[in-house]
């Protein structure tokens, strides 16, 4: 193994070349291990719904070729001089950034998710001027301050979604005081997001509430995920009950849905929560705001701090995400299942077992 100052690593990650999203093996080189990076081995890469927008350009911003993945978990293999956090053989996780300014308030306040010059981990620029790359690659550089250490005995399969999915749902519960037991939660939606809500509210000891488009997953709701109770949202009589009854909703939904329905489900001071991404703009009456002091808030992954502090709390409460592993070269009917909506929870790819080296 190469050390510092020797040339550009060439490895492989599955690409996307252009908006159809298509994925397929793309050669490309890494930058130079620096004093405060570290180099990791990838060993599995959770695949989030964000990747879907980013890989077909709904967001209108997607550069190609483009390597996603934002869920990463991989093994140090080597570590800059300025590194002291992580050692070789280390069992690492990256989220959803891997930079930023580290002098405007947010990264003074060590909430760098909110620095306005924050780096993605894929399809963005990094310092150097070239292309960020994610983690359905062999390998990956990232400055240290952008890696958590993976609490031993959790396997690496399970920390993977927790990494994005799993810190969406924790950080704003923490930051709005709601991660105190007895509080009663709504989780609006079922996919990666949705299911991580559930366990980490229920973990917190929370009475939670699936409220659901369709039927198809109540079972899972309750039996799998420990859910407390499962409302279909076109079902009025339900959704009358739950009225005035929730603290917070935490929205997952991906795509356009009115909010005046969910926003009925609040009590005073209840806050929706907004998670999802959608690029068409939301409606609500204002009155379904102000009658009850209701807010809508938004909140973005979380801090590194908060990772490392989730990933603790997960371990602690023996917390386990519904997975499903599977190799390199299924990503795209992963994908293509993902956006159907076809899928128990989380797809897990085993990256180090996909033979990409
Ligand atoms: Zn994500
Ligand atoms: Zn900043």
């Excluded at 499962?230 to 939904?253: C, G, H, P, R």
């Excluded at 002091?293 to 979380?302: K, P, V």
Aim: with cysteine; net charge neutral; aromatic share 8%.
């Amino acid at each position: 193994m190469g050390g510092q100052g020797e040339a550009e690593r060439v490895i492989t990650g599955w690409a996307a070349k252009d908006p159809s999203g298509f994925l397929s093996p793309y050669s490309f080189s890494l930058r130079k291990i620096g004093e405060e990076d570290v180099y990791i081995k990838v060993l599995c890469c959770g695949i989030c719904h964000t990747d879907i927008h980013q890989i077909k350009n709904e967001l209108r911003m997607s550069g190609y070729p483009m390597v996603p993945g934002h869920e990463l978990v991989g093994e140090v293999v080597e570590v800059g001089s300025g590194v002291s956090k992580f050692r070789k053989g280390d069992r690492v996780g990256v989220g959803l950034i891997v930079g930023c300014c580290r002098s405007c308030i947010p990264c003074q306040q060590e909430e760098e998710q909110y620095c306005s010059k924050k780096i993605w981990t894929y399809n963005d620029v990094y310092t150097d001027g070239k292309p960020t790359q994610g983690g359905f690659a062999s390998h990956m550089v990232v400055d240290q301050k952008f890696v958590v250490k993976i609490p031993d005995g959790m396997a690496s399969e399970q920390a993977a979604p927790l990494l994005c999915a799993g810190v969406t749902v924790y950080s704003p519960l923490k930051h709005f005081g709601l991660n105190k037991s007895g509080l009663r939660g709504g989780i609006l939606g079922l996919g990666g997001v949705g299911h991580m809500g559930v366990k980490i509210a229920k973990a917190m000891g929370h009475h939670v509430t699936v409220i659901s488009s369709s039927d198809k997953k109540r079972g899972e709701a309750l039996d799998h995920l420990g859910a407390d109770e499962f409302v279909v949202s076109s079902n009025a009589e339900k959704m009358q009950e739950l009225a005035d009854s929730l603290d917070y909703i935490i929205d997952t939904v991906p795509v356009f849905h009115p909010l005046d329905p969910y926003l009925a489900l609040l009590r005073l001071n209840g806050k929706l929560i907004l998670n999802g991404v959608i690029n068409t703009p939301l409606q609500f009456v204002t009155p379904m705001v102000m009658l009850g002091r209701r807010s809508i808030t938004g909140s973005f992954i979380g801090s590194m701090k908060e990772t490392e502090e989730m990933l603790e709390f997960c371990k602690e409460k023996g917390l386990k995400s519904q997975i499903e592993i599977v190799k390199m070269d299924y990503i795209n009917q992963a994908m293509e299942r993902l956006e159907k909506n076809n899928v128990r929870y989380r797809f897990v790819v085993d990256v180090a077992g996909s033979n990409l080296d």
